[in-house]
């Protein structure tokens, strides 16, 4: 998992839905399973999580692609909007995330929003 996507063994991309994805918690570098069902449904499975770090950062919001991101100590990531939604998170709030025990990341999983 890349922070939105699951990147197969042979390098192909599948969206992993944001709810699932936001509900999970998933963080860059968690191992997924993809299967396909006979109907074509793609259904994702988290089989292996990596280690996890919790912060509490601010919520900050890009205004020129809406993206959303927690910032802390001068160092921000990327976070889902539906994440975000679902916490009623408004600008300024507290966002208390998750990222990768080791290396770096891009993403972070929103665990919780303390809204102001």
Known sequence: YNGYAMIGNEGRQYDVPANYASKSKLVEGDLLKLTITNSGSFV????????RERYIGTLE?????????????????KLLTASVT????????????LVP????????????????
Not at 86 to 97: C, N, W
Not at 101 to 111: C, I
């Open 44 to 51: 994702f499975k988290q089989i292996k999580p990596i280690g």
């Open 61 to 77: 919001q890009d205004a020129r692609d809406m993206q959303y991101y927690a910032r802390k100590n001068g160092q921000r990531w």
């Open 86 to 97: 679902y916490f009623k998170g408004a600008l300024g709030d507290e966002v208390i995330f």
């Open 101 to 116: 025990k080791f290396g770096d990341s891009q993403w972070a999983a929103v665990e919780n929003i303390l809204n102001k």
